[in-house]
């Protein structure tokens, strides 16, 4: 029996997919928030699979807490019996994150599906700046980067390692918000004439907006963004817990429940994160990136704001950026499946 054109043309769609994403190297970039931790699972299985080549995880010291954030993932890697690097970088940002959300890193201290497990880390831990040099250094092909935080240990490297850029292939980002809101909240710092607080501003481009305008005008490799606009719609609703319960089998699937479980009366919370990674695994999840011209205000007023030639009219330097701004029909049902599914392994 034939298939249906529509169906052909899926499954060659599909193919050419494959092509383009199989055995990619990847350094993921990540701090130990909850949704961070959950985004190395989906990345190890990717690498697992066959799929990309996994080089190695940097932890950052921004929405966590070291040496916090080098434990939980140390464990992490012990629960899924991997031996991917795991690597701390000194890179600080200009506006820190508060304690308030940094303590989240504190939570699966607690969890019962990990509490037991010894990291695969020790101190003194290896510096990942050093490390990320060496392995864009040593890189036989351009590296795919996908960060889920402050952009700062890439562009630092890139800044004292100029050569280096032409090695890097791309950059998945969970930043920004372009065409919506910000998310600095106004009860903890106001927004007045004393703070660069303000509400189009969104925490991983706020961490450091002086890194992100480095990479804007000195490099030329595609930035693929996923910002608030689409990751305002990830919800921890009833159909993602039910998900997860439908997928509770194995160790891993009870740290996905109890991690989601610990952060489920935030009514802010959000799949940031792990939607960022299933742009670049699962683009299909996700209506067709746009091509958008930005730039980022360094200025206190608006600093860490992502601006379109509207909103900065004076603004001489821009970057094309693909952008991310809708779910496919179904692609927020099928984001809460591939996490959930983590959890069969």
């Known amino acids: 029996e034939k298939l249906p054109r529509s169906e052909i043309m899926q499954l060659v769609l599909l193919l050419l997919l494959a092509s383009t994403i199989s055995c990619a190297p990847v350094v993921f970039i990540q701090d130990a928030a909850l949704d961070a931790l959950v985004s190395y699972l989906l990345i190890q299985r990717e690498a697992n699979q066959g799929v990309s080549k996994f080089y190695g995880e940097i932890m ?80 036989t092909e351009p590296v795919d980067v996908l960060c889920v935080t402050g952009i700062t240990t890439l562009a630092l490297v890139l800044q004292y390692n100029p050569s280096l850029v032409s090695k890097v292939k791309s950059v998945t980002w969970m930043a920004g918000a372009v065409h919506v809101k910000g998310n600095l909240d106004k009860t903890q710092i106001p927004y007045n004439q004393y703070t660069s607080w303000n509400q189009w501003a969104e925490w991983n481009v706020f961490f450091d907006p002086f890194a992100v305008e480095w990479l804007f005008h000195n490099t030329n490799f595609p930035i693929n963004l996923a910002p608030l606009d689409v990751s305002d719609s990830a919800t921890l609703n009833a159909d993602f817990f039910k998900e997860l319960k439908a997928h509770n089998k194995t160790a891993v699937g009870h740290f996905l429940n109890e991690g989601y479980q610990s952060v489920k009366a935030e009514p802010f919370y959000r799949l940031w994160n792990t939607a960022a990674i299933a742009t670049y695994y699962h683009p299909e999840f996700f209506q067709a990136c746009v091509n958008t011209n930005l730039t980022i205000i360094t200025d206190f007023k608006d600093q860490g704001r992502l601006a379109t030639p509207s909103e900065a009219p004076k603004s001489t330097v821009w970057r094309n950026v693909c952008v991310y701004e809708k779910f496919a029909t179904g692609g927020l049902e099928k984001l809460y499946n591939y996490i959930a599914t983590l959890g069969d392994i």
């Open 60 to 139: 950052i010291n921004a929405d966590g807490i070291a040496p916090c954030n080098m434990i939980m993932g140390g464990k992490l890697h012990r629960l899924v019996n991997a031996s991917t690097p795991l690597t701390l970088s000194s890179a600080r940002g200009y506006n820190a994150f508060p304690y308030a959300y940094r303590s989240d890193c504190l939570k699966p201290a607690s969890f019962k599906s990990i509490k037991g497990l010894t990291p695969t880390v020790t101190q003194p831990y290896v510096n990942a700046d050093l490390w990320l040099a060496d392995q864009l250094q040593a890189a």
